[in-house]
């Protein structure tokens, strides 16, 4: 109806602008817009992303069920990520700014893992800040594709860590922090030269360390296991392009279990070490993931 004047009524106006944005944002095709942003992503950087199923998460986001992410790398692609679910939200004004900021949170490897990633675009370089916490995860799930002869290392990983990088092909100036716990898990097959480790379980292991120009501070490493304890500290020297292959540069105080079933005392004797007041023995530990060597 129109009014005296001939003209619309504002009422009728704002009705319609209304109902649009209703049918625009109900029948707007939003997973279909988040898969084509992470193909992009995926193409930009050579992260791959799989998923068997894409729900739309408002205003910005978007969950993946039974999702996995491989990331690049010199020695080849390694899984960041496995699990039931994985939601990522995407902040909007952030891309104002050119840059992506991205919340994510999901259930993986057998416990809860969230965090944050900041990108610089374009994405392709990898340069930006990752923030990531984990809680009960598997670390058995997650260090599979780095274990080395018939090394196995289970338990369960608390912590988070902090990183950030220039160029992902260019780890030299990374840099980071970490903070993580490994409880209730077993080591198997662990080759030391210079010790006769036995297999054995632990009740944690406690790590917090530093990372700047392709050094690795370890300001603390806790053992408490069956066989020893140990206090280790230094500095691991890493190799970006096989970590297996980084120098490690350690002080490592141990101290023999009730039996000693490490044989501590006998290594120490060879190397003519003592005993300190808290019963510890003092080693230096070298050589590199591949090949360490107590002296």
Do not use: W
Not at 108 to 119: E, L, Q, R, S, V
């Amino acid at each position: 109806m129109r009014n005296p004047h001939g003209r619309v009524p504002i009422l009728y106006l704002v009705y319609g602008l209304v109902l649009f944005c209703v049918l625009v944002a109900v029948f707007f095709p939003y997973s279909r817009l988040a898969a084509t942003v992470l193909r992009r992503i995926a193409g930009e950087t050579g992260i791959q992303v799989s998923y068997q199923d894409l729900t739309y998460v408002f205003p910005t986001g978007c969950r993946l069920e039974r999702a996995q992410i491989a990331v690049p790398t010199k020695v080849g692609k390694i899984h960041a990520y496995k699990g039931e679910q994985l939601t990522l939200k995407v902040s909007p004004l952030s891309l104002l700014r050119k840059n992506v900021n991205v919340r994510f949170e999901g259930d993986g490897y057998g416990g809860g893992i969230a965090g944050k990633a900041a990108f610089v675009l374009p994405v392709g370089s990898g340069a930006g800040a990752y923030r990531l916490k984990v809680d009960g995860v598997d670390v058995r799930q997650i260090l599979a594709p780095f274990y080395l002869r018939n090394f196995k290392l289970t338990g369960a990983l608390t912590g988070e860590a902090d990183l950030a990088l220039n160029d992902m092909d260019h780890l030299a100036t990374a840099t980071g922090n970490l903070d993580a716990v490994l409880r209730d898990g077993e080591v198997r097959n662990i080759y030391v030269r210079g010790l006769d480790l036995p297999d054995f379980t632990f009740k944690m292991m406690r790590a917090k360390g530093t990372l700047e120009n392709e050094n690795l501070q370890v300001q603390e490493c806790h053992i408490d296991s069956e066989v020893l304890l140990a206090e280790i500290k230094g500095e691991i020297r890493l190799n970006t392009r096989d970590l297996r292959d980084s120098q490690l540069n350690l002080k490592a105080d141990l101290r023999p279990q009730r039996g000693d079933p490490a044989n501590l005392h006998s290594v120490a004797a060879l190397f003519g070490k003592t005993l300190d007041a808290e019963g510890y023995y003092s080693f230096r530990l070298v050589g590199t993931f591949r090949q360490p060597e107590v002296q």
